[in-house]
């Protein structure tokens, strides 16, 4: 009797038993959700530096807003799993909505604190954006006994292939609204800012009818955690990726992924685009832009299903990439007539592809490799996103396109090969390598990775260091800052700021030697650092070990 007594007569079922989540409608609610958001966000950050121009307000303000984003992202990976995937996603949107409507009333008391919080709320949608995609193409893929890499790159499509569509949407919707006025000003734009401030909050509330992804979310929540112990925890989980050296492979990737957006942002459009289509033509070619990065975010996904699709996806969009800028250092000329109209939208959606596979298969790489973490993962991958993103918008009013051209090019190599040595010889993607790769010495192979990927590290470091100087220099020798009243004069900077010297312009002129002086000063700052260590012994007990 008193067992009869303590058994319940109803068993409670848990929801996820009672009510099996829906995979893909989750996945088509946050496509929804993102591209409302987004085409209304896209539109204003390519309107910042042409709309508010008074002392570079909106260039500045971005520049703040990806340096912002790039040191949030170090946190953002515990708040995610503090808050969860759908109440972070929530969340998020908050700072794209502030920042929007900062732009009713722009001024420095504005703009600034909200690209401030922007840069916060961006670290954490994005990598609760990674975590809950992951996350629901893991669960279908249990849930229907399908192939795990093929559902990650599915969904990946999707969701790439419709936030694509932002740019086409949100820049025809401009393109509709604004009007020239006379004196050269715009108008229309408080009507657009109220439009885009409605759709963000139509995707808000989108946001709300997410799923929760699964029980581990609300322990997050619920568990009583103090901050001494979560940022333990957070130092904990990123020094355990940063030595993990599949993440030190994938790194030069991610930031090769932002240098490429930036370069549409910050370099396409004013140096292609407008010398041939100007300023109205703008809008027209990011939405060429826009459309074919959508058609190749959805054909990458479709034909990702593991490692070795990865790798050939990947290899191609790289080379797509190669192509153009070996192309616009070399060959490449502003020219008049159908030509001319057709060869910047031409650059512009072969960019586009390169663009949505470098987005679809990042992100199905890190679900694939670092299913233990995918918050650290996505968090690392908004972080040198972010930071690339922000060097560019400072750095590129003081070098020229092809210094541009030059360093995407660098990176895109060193990330590439960086690439493919994580998927060929740590990951093994393709069968047929491994007899070749047996045949190489491997003891010595963890040392050989640490010691090239932190020597490219410190050498780009060194180089960007070794450049400031001489970018002081052409600042303060640029036309616009001189006190010389000589036709034709130069004036050299003193220690002194009173004291002015003027030569005639002749005597300074470009060098080739100005690219190689940099990288050659770096590796040899490098390897000297190298010798040292090695003359410290702090190499031997790791020698001893492998041996």
């Known amino acids: 009797m008193a067992t009869d007594e303590e058994t319940p007569l109803v068993v409670e079922e848990s929801p996820s038993q009672s ?7 989750d996945v088509h609610i946050l496509c929804w959700a993102f591209l ?3 085409l209304a966000y896209g539109a204003v950050q390519n309107l910042e530096s042409t709309i508010n121009t008074e002392d570079d307000l909106g260039t500045i303000s971005l520049g703040i807003l990806y340096v912002s984003f790039a040191i949030f992202s170090v946190v953002a990976s515990l708040v995610v799993k503090k808050l969860g995937a759908k109440n972070a996603l929530v969340l998020g949107t908050s700072g794209y909505w502030l920042f929007t409507a900062a732009n009713l009333k722009p001024s420095w008391y504005t703009m600034v604190p909200a690209s401030l919080y922007l840069g916060f709320a961006a670290s954490i949608i994005w990598v609760a954006e990674g975590t809950y995609l992951t996350s629901a193409a893991h669960s279908h893929a249990n849930d229907c006994n399908l192939h795990e890499g093929t ?11 419709m936030f694509a569509l932002h740019q086409l949407v949100g820049n025809l919707v401009t393109l509709a609204m604004l009007r020239d006025e006379k004196g050269g000003s715009t108008g229309g734009t408080t009507l657009l800012f109220i439009v885009f401030l409605g759709s963000m909050t139509l995707g808000t509330i989108l946001m709300c009818f997410l799923s929760k992804r699964n029980g581990k979310e609300e322990r997050l929540q619920d568990s009583p955690v103090t901050f001494s112990s979560s940022v333990g925890s957070l130092l904990k989980s990123i020094l355990n990726l940063l030595l993990d050296v599949r993440i030190l492979l994938v790194i030069p990737l ?8 930036a370069f549409v942002w910050a ?12 300023e109205r033509g703008v809008g027209g070619a990011m939405a060429v832009y826009g459309l074919f990065d959508a058609i190749s975010s959805l054909a990458a996904g479709r034909l990702t299903s593991g490692l070795s699709s990865i790798t050939l996806i990947v290899s191609g969009g790289a080379l797509i990439h190669l192509i153009v800028l070996l192309w616009l250092l070399l060959k490449y000329s502003v020219s008049g007539g159908l030509l001319g109209t057709f060869l910047p939208l031409l650059i512009g959606a072969l960019w586009g592809i390169g663009d949505g596979v470098l987005n679809t298969q990042l992100s199905a790489l890190l679900g694939i ?4 973490d995918l918050e650290g993962a996505f968090a690392q991958l908004k972080l040198w996103q972010s930071a690339s993103i922000a060097v560019i918008f400072f ?54 990775i640490y010691a090239a990927t ?3 590290i410190l050498t780009v470091t060194v180089a960007v260091a070794s450049f400031s100087p001489e970018l002081a220099f052409v600042s303060a020798i640029n036309p616009a800052s001189q006190a010389c009243r000589e036709a034709g004069a130069v004036r050299l900077p003193l220690d002194i700021p009173s004291a002015v010297f003027c030569f005639p312009g002749r005597l300074f002129k470009r060098s080739r030697l100005d690219m190689f002086v940099p990288p050659v000063f770096a590796a040899v700052i490098v390897a000297g650092s190298a010798c040292v260590v090695k003359a410290m012994g702090l190499w031997e007990s790791e020698d001893e070990r492998l041996l």
Not at 267 to 278: D, F
């Open 254 to 261: 991610m930031a090769y992924s932002g240098l490429q957006q």
């Open 19 to 25: 009510q099996p989540l829906n995979h893909k409608r």
């Open 369 to 372: 490799l670092f299913k233990h």
């Open 454 to 456: 932190w020597t490219a």
């Open 267 to 278: 370099e396409y459009t004013k140096e292609i685009v407008k010398p041939t289509l100007g």
């Open 36 to 38: 409302l958001i987004f």
């Open 151 to 161: 559902v990650i790159g599915k969904f990946n499509g999707q969701f790439w292939g």
């Open 395 to 448: 750095i590129s009013t003081s070098i020229s396109l092809q210094t541009m051209l030059i360093t995407m090019l660098v990176a895109l190599c060193i990330s590439v090969m960086g690439f493919l040595f994580l998927t060929l010889k740590v990951e093994k993607a393709f069968s047929f390598c491994e007899s070749l790769i047996q045949e190489l010495p491997r003891p010595r192979w963890p040392v050989l």
